[in-house]
């Protein structure tokens, strides 16, 4: 199946009427989802997992059961930009829906379905007002902290080998 | 407004519950007249039966584009929920549909209007989705054709109620020709263009 087709695009925006408050507050949510999902698609399904056993979840059922398929990765390319398609990634997608009726979706890398499940229940947690904060404090921010912990490890590992490279200046001068 | 929260969900066991909607509607096909039950596994948005539902969910995807009619389509629900599990295009040229929902059956176009197929590519023509008030009630039909041993007798209430003396149009456009599907909650029964009808009344 090709995702890149069906990929969920929702207008957001038709869900934000009037105040210029709403919309705001809407964009802070978007702001929130989307740090949370740079988080979580990082992280492995077990961590999640580990870290949402603590919590009593509330009712939800699976709008989208977990699925694999293809998206296009496009990149650009020459002078002037044109769509280069890279080439097929492997996706897994899911959908999950809560008892008080927020949605959340989960898309990553690879084939693990059950990840996609949990970051998509965890986006729809993340939305909800009595679950947002909890699990932004005990499963995406632990999970932040670990990620930059290896991405910092990974970075002073590969500063360890620069090498600087100096050329003799030639000639006069 | 709807939105997205309140949209039924799909099939909770996608394989199982699409391979055993496909058998369903295989068999319905080979068995003109018989009446399939379909096992329901998912929601259906009204005015969608739930095995419409399922059909939908087993048969559409992005390369089957979708036709319906104005009782399906004035329901904004049925229009997100097709495009949120299948992906599917809603036209609106009959014409070129791989498919047609049809809510309500009194008012079904001309069958000239659905895609009929060519002579060199006879699959090419809309199936119709026809839900229907009943299939253990109401008038008798005599069908022949392949697939029955000799005459199937169905019962049913349809709309429209010339539903079987406008597929006649069927028979004169061989192979090409418009295949139906009859689904009456969870209950199907398909008429392939092959199968000849003759009405017995009530």
């Known amino acids: ?113 059950e990840k996609a499940r949990l970051i998509a229940l ?52 | 407004m709807t939105t997205i929260a309140e ?31 379909i096992v329901p596994g998912a929601g259906a948005p009204e005015p969608m039966m739930r095995g419409t539902a399922a059909i939908a969910l087993t048969l559409f995807d992005h390369d089957t584009p979708l036709w319906l009619d104005a009782r399906m389509a004035e329901s904004t629900d049925v229009v997100k929920w097709l495009k949120f599990h299948t992906g599917a295009p809603v036209v609106q040229d009959s014409s070129i549909a791989s498919f047609a929902l049809i809510g309500d059956g009194a008012v079904l176009p001309a069958l000239e209007r659905f895609a009929l197929g060519t002579s060199e590519y006879p699959d090419r023509s809309t199936t119709l989705i026809l839900q229907v008030e009943s299939l253990d009630s109401g008038r008798f039909f005599e069908l022949r054709g392949p697939g029955i041993d000799g005459a199937a007798m169905l019962q049913a209430s349809i709309k429209p109620f010339d539903l079987f003396e406008r597929l006649h149009l069927n028979e004169a456009l061989f192979p090409r020709g418009i295949d139906v599907v009859l689904v009456a909650d969870d209950a199907v029964v398909a008429i392939p263009r092959t199968t000849r009808i003759v009405s017995k009344g009530s």
């Open chain 1, 1 to 113: 199946m090709k995702l890149s087709i069906i990929i969920d695009n929702f207008d957001a925006a038709s869900s934000v009427r009037g105040s210029v408050d709403r919309v705001t507050q809407h964009n802070n949510q978007q702001a929130q989802r989307k740090a949370a999902m740079a988080v979580l698609a990082h992280a492995e399904a077990g961590e999640i997992a580990a870290r949402l056993r603590d919590f009593t979840l509330p009712d939800h059922q699976d709008l989208r059961a977990p699925e694999s398929g293809l998206v296009m990765l496009r990149g650009r390319v020459g002078g002037d930009g044109a769509p280069f398609n890279l080439g097929e990634a492997t996706v897994s997608r899911a959908a999950v829906r809560l008892a008080s009726g927020e949605v959340g979706f989960g898309y990553t890398l690879g084939r693990d379905g």
């Open chain 1, 122 to 173: 965890c986006d729809a947690l993340v939305q909800s007002r009595d679950f947002g904060g909890a699990v932004e404090r005990d499963v995406i921010a632990p999970l932040r902290e670990q990620l930059m912990v290896r991405r910092e490890q990974a970075a002073a590992e590969t500063a360890a080998t620069k090498v600087d490279f100096y050329t003799m200046v030639r000639g006069e001068g």
């Open chain 2, 7 to 37: 949209l039924p969900p799909g099939f909770a066991d996608k394989v199982l519950s699409a391979q055993s909607t496909f058998r369903s509607v295989m068999d319905a096909m080979a068995r003109p007249g018989s009446v399939q039950r």
